[in-house]
Nanobody, 119 residues
């Protein structure tokens, strides 16, 4: 069974930083493409960032471009989301997700970690 566990969320003032972590177990981590998504209350889940299995291909949503960075350390079975210059509109539950390299969509999801940015 593939398990994804996020951590690192919390309450931060606007302009501050947080680093989210997602630990993966149950499969060979290096075989997964990884993603970060977020969902605010009453809103649909939205894409934040992705990183390929190799770490060589990365993408971020326009809303966080220049502020968020996604990375991974395969030896630690962990993917990170470094969030800088946080804004109140970044407040959401952040989920990590995983998929096999050959898969079209993300299949495995973590439970989420709350990020709250105060103004």
């Amino acid at each position: 069974q593939v398990q994804l566990v996020e951590s690192g969320g919390g309450l931060v003032q606007a302009g501050g930083s947080l680093r989210l972590s997602c630990a993966v177990s149950g499969r060979i981590f290096g075989s997964f493409d990884m993603g970060w998504f977020r969902q605010a209350p009453g809103k649909e889940r939205e894409f934040v960032a992705t990183i390929s299995w190799s770490g060589l291909s990365r993408s971020v949503a326009d809303s966080v471009k220049g502020r968020f960075t996604v990375s991974r350390v395969n030896a630690a079975n962990t993917v990170y989301l470094q969030m800088n210059s946080l804004k109140p509109e970044d407040t959401a539950v952040y989920h990590c997700a995983a998929k096999d390299r050959a898969a079209a969509e993300f299949r495995y999801w973590g439970q989420g970690t709350q990020v709250t940015v105060s103004s």
